[in-house]
């Protein structure tokens, strides 16, 4: 009875004439920022971020989240269509998608992945529903040790997870623990690293800082291919709706992908993008004809399509529940609902249960607004595919400019912007990634005042993080995936 | 064969560690029987240079060298200075100019000088983008600087 009440109150507040057209600009918008290659969902909601501050929580949340999921649909397109990624977690999608546009089945492509989408999404949020309450009464046991300890294995299966070297995963952990200590101590006042500049007393910016990470240096690193011509799949695309045959050899594959996808989005680092590879290599694992993936086979569209909706649902279960965000997607999230004083963590539920129910109820209904706005409107994403990066470059620069100054009508923010655009670029091509930077950057913060208050109740012993049952589990889990590496010679990487 | 560019980045982030673990040193690891300010950092800062110190090592003694340039030809690095020039001008002349005229010579200078669209494609798109972003941003009475024009 109680979960139907709860039910009942996502849906009033979802259905609410504003609360609904901001779920559908977001899904709207997503879809957009999904088809565009070159502009992910992290710097899309950076860029959105400050025209949020004038909407209430609710109505800021259903908004953003709405791009995020919405970008998963969208995403897949550019796959299909143009061989492109629109965003990370439909890389995988490519290599089935476009051999089945080439065979001149777009349509089926796009028709299952679309359904999949909407199948995996709304599995999701029932999921999310279902597993967030139980979760959260458990986490409101958890003191300032044990979330010390939870950031701490969160921060660690990040950089386990992410591609590319673990150790400089790491390094980018404790540079963005570093940049959150900017600004003025909350316990003694005490100004910290500022340099005696003003605008860095109440830290680096997320905003600027976000959008300099994912905007700026992105179209910096995308400048370089600026000019070469993209090939579009010219033929009209026919038969969106997927054949029989098709619906059933994808259904096992969709039921699969969603699953594993949510279960993958909930671990911190998982997410989207490693939901989508470790769905397809599943696939073709227990498929009886492996050698026909990467040749136009429609499982090997379904499942990762499934598995990044799913996992994009997953990973709203530790940000709602325990405060903790999954990837930096959902840790730009958090600093939003941060930035509209929400605070987010166990008691969410408890104290601001129009918050967590709002983005239930929207996601269900920004699911089916996702299957409308992408089938019937194909024919639109196709012809925004073709506006020439060109023309498309200025329009982001222009909108994380006036993002960025409009966060503290200050100019500095521009600048802080622009250096972190520089660094992220750099970044990239020393092959360091964004992400935990971002992830540690936002609960840096909070983790630090934990810590502090853990060490205050134990009289400054740091034992008080293994003598506790719960903090022990996490600090030795985390610890035995930081040493894994020297047991284990592989780790998976997204 | 060293990888000069792990290297470089692995010293870099070094002498950041130290930056932080120096400034921790200064604000206090302990204040009044507490944990005082600069007691996160130092701990995070020492971390840092433990890793860079591995990546450090690591570098010297590749398993594999990233060949690539950061730049692959001076037009990829025209661009790129073209456009860290553009956005910090755009900071710098906002307040004096105002938000529509810099907009405007902004995203002119953007589609023609790195994005080599036509003069007329350019002068057209980032008119029109000025005049209708300002609109806008006028109509959801966003404070944005009007400048010496006033507009």
Sequence with gaps: MEALNHLLMSFKIALDPINLFLCFCGALIGTLVGVLPGLGPAASISLLLPLSFALTPVQAIILLSGIYYGSMYGGSTTSILVNIPGEAASVVTCLDGYQMARKGRAGPALGISAIGSFIAGTFAVFMLMLLSPPLAKFALKFGPPEFVSLSFLGLTLVTYLSSGSMIKALMMACVGLLLGYIGVDVVTGVERFTLRVSVLLDGVGLVPAVMGLFGISEVLLNLEQAHKKREILQEKIENLLPTRRDLKESAGSIVRGSILGFFLGIIPGGGAILASFMAYALEKKISPEPETFGQGNIRGVASPESANNSGAGGAFVPLLTLGIPCNAVVAILMGGLLIHGVEVGPRLLTDRPEIFWGVVGSMYIGNAMLLVINLPLIGIWVKILKVRYTLLFPMIFFFCLIGAYTTGNTVYDIYVMVIFGVGGFLMKKYGYEPAPLVLALVIGPIMERAFRQSLIISGGSLSIFITKPISAVFVFTALLILLSPLIFKKRPTV | ?151
């Design chain 2, 1 to 151: 064969m060293k990888n000069t560019r792990d290297l470089v980045s692995s010293l870099f982030w070094m002498a950041f560690g130290v930056l932080f673990t120096i400034g921790g040193l200064r604000l206090g690891l302990v204040r009044m029987g507490i944990p005082g300010p600069g007691s996160m950092p130092f701990i995070v800062g020492l971390v840092l240079i433990g890793l860079s110190l591995i990546h450090l090592i690591q570098a010297v003694f590749p398993t594999s060298v990233l060949g690539e340039k950061i730049f692959a030809e001076w037009r990829t690095l025209k661009h790129f200075l073209l456009a860290l020039v553009g956005l910090i001008a755009y900071g710098f002349f906002l307040k004096n100019l105002g938000f529509s005229l810099t907009t405007f010579l902004f995203l002119f200078f953007a589609l023609r000088f790195i994005g080599r669209e036509k003069w007329t494609t350019a002068l057209i798109f980032s008119i029109s983008t000025a005049v209708v972003s300002n609109t806008l941003f006028t109509a959801l009475q966003v404070n944005l600087p009007k400048g010496i024009l006033g507009f």
